[in-house]
């Protein structure tokens, strides 16, 4: 793998909400179906190039990975980078929404994979026009709190809303709208609808609720796990612990290209 550590100044401070917690966060987010990428792939002309901006642990890019010639994978922790899976066409970097070592109109598709909410979008989105090719892509995607059941459910509801309601940074509301308050200066298209689809023991299913950034936060103020909170309640709904569930997240997705 090959490390770049490119810091550039921002007009927005970076919020590294992910370092603390990033193996958790590497172990436990759920996976993008591939049928997005091949999606996104059929929009592009050209495949020689991707730039996977906010990648995290890399988890779209490898996905980009697999039909592009190239993939230039961007973030600002550089622990999130750390835990990234190399792959031989990906090269990482530790950037925030800006990525000067791409040539000018050199990516035929862009991706921000649950990360639009965190930049400076002024930025970003001068920056996407400066390195896209002419009908270059860009699709920016997130997704709301999983479901299981409607037990279950009630449970990660009253944590999400009730216990940890304060400690969300105000970019999640971007999140529950699913982007579509943002602008988006851009020709867009009209994208199909995506889920991702998991299947999960109770285990899994904390560690993906102490990957939250929110959790994070609570314990730092606090000085304790606010899951405990809702525990035992939150076993007794999920039943035998060993218990395979399915796990369902809908994809809220904007793409486009330059006007």
């Known amino acids: 793998m090959?490390?770049?550590?490119?810091?550039?100044?921002?007009?927005?401070?970076?919020?590294d909400n992910f370092s603390t917690q990033s193996e958790a966060y590497a172990t436990?987010?759920?996976?993008?179906?591939?049928?997005?990428?091949?999606?996104?792939?059929?929009?592009?002309?050209?495949h020689k190039l991707a730039w996977d901006a906010g990648t995290g642990n890399g988890q779209a890019a490898q996905n980009l990975a697999l039909h592009f010639e190239k993939v230039y994978a961007t973030d600002a922790s550089s622990s999130q980078i750390i835990?990234?899976?190399?792959?031989?066409?990906?090269?990482?970097?530790?950037?925030?929404?800006?990525?000067?070592?791409?040539?000018?109109?050199?990516?035929?598709l862009i991706t921000a994979a649950q990360a639009l909410h965190w930049f400076d979008l002024d930025v970003f989105y001068s920056e996407a026009e400066r390195v896209l090719k002419k009908y270059g892509v860009l699709a920016c995607w997130s997704?709301?709190?999983?479901?299981?059941?409607?037990?279950?459910?009630?449970?990660?509801?009253?944590?999400?809303?009730?216990?940890?309601?304060?400690y969300w940074d105000p970019e999640r509301r971007l999140v529950d709208t699913a982007y579509r308050t943002l602008s988006f200066p851009f020709r867009e298209f009209r994208a199909p609808c995506f889920e991702m689809k998991a299947s999960w023991d109770f285990e899994n299913m904390l560690g993906l609720l102490s990957s939250w950034s929110a959790v994070s936060h609570y314990k730092k103020?606090?000085?304790?796990?606010?899951?405990?909170?809702?525990l035992e309640r939150l076993n007794k709904a999920w039943g035998d612990p060993q218990e395979m569930k399915e796990v369902r997240w809908d994809l809220s997705i904007r793409v486009g290209s330059i006007r």
């Open 221 to 230: 103020r606090e000085g304790h796990d606010p899951i405990s909170e809702i």
């Open 143 to 166: 997704y709301k709190l999983f479901r299981i059941n409607q037990d279950v459910d009630r449970e990660i509801d009253c944590l999400y809303k009730d216990i940890l309601g304060n």
């Open 83 to 108: 835990n990234a899976v190399p792959q031989l066409n990906i090269t990482y970097a530790i950037a925030n929404e800006q990525a000067p070592v791409l040539k000018s109109r050199s990516v035929d």
């Open 28 to 46: 436990n987010r759920p996976l993008y179906p591939d049928k997005l990428f091949r999606y996104l792939s059929g929009e592009c002309r050209e």
């Open 2 to 15: 090959r490390f770049k550590a490119n810091f550039h100044k921002n007009p927005k401070a970076f919020k």
